[in-house]
């Protein structure tokens, strides 16, 4: 009898640890399949905004099926004739990363000049291209028109990384 007893026990304990393993298989599946989100299934904007001065406000929201993870920060592109990227403003790093649902969005704040910046051009548009969790890039770049028909950049220009709000994007 006591032995039967203790072969069932340890069963269970080998059944219980296994479901465990399973559950744990599975979550870890599910967070793997939550893709980069793209510009192939986001929508995007860029506004003017009135405060802080020199800022430009860029929302992307989910226009996919599937949830999808906003990395980092958008790599932009103030013009044709850019030669490199906007710079990030490390210190808007979040705690982690934006997740977007279906439907939901995602903002980053953009300072396009400041007096200790150096030249500068007025420009029409602004080409973005999500990044993936490596912080490369993915997708296809989108060009998006800004407002009033152009706007100034200098060597000061930067974007913040993604924010779940406006105002948090617009705090740098």
């Not at 465990?20 to 986001?42: E, F, R």
């Not at 030249?119 to 997708?139: E, I, P, Q, S």
Request: with cysteine; proline share 4%; glycine share 10%.
């Amino acid at each position: 009898m006591r032995i039967t007893t203790r072969t069932a026990t340890a069963s269970s304990l080998v059944a219980l640890t296994a479901l465990a393993l399973v559950g744990v298989q599975a979550g870890a599946a599910n967070a793997v399949t939550t893709a980069s989100c793209t510009t192939a299934h986001t929508k995007l904007t860029v506004t003017e905004v009135s405060r802080p001065i020199n800022h430009l406000l860029l929302k992307a929201t989910n226009t996919g099926t599937t949830t999808c993870n906003a990395y980092y920060a958008p790599f932009l592109r103030a013009g044709a004739d850019a030669q490199a990227p906007l710079a990030w403003v490390e210190d808007s790093k979040p705690q982690a990363v934006v997740t977007l649902k279906p439907g939901e969005s995602a903002y980053a704040g953009i300072g396009t000049y400041s007096p200790d910046g150096e030249g500068g051009t007025t420009t029409k548009t602004l080409g973005v291209l999500f990044t993936d969790r490596n912080a490369g890039g993915t997708g296809k770049e989108k060009a998006l028109n800004l407002p009033n028909g152009g706007v100034f950049f200098n060597s000061a220009a930067a974007v913040t990384y993604w924010q779940y709000s406006a105002a948090d994007a617009l705090t740098w």
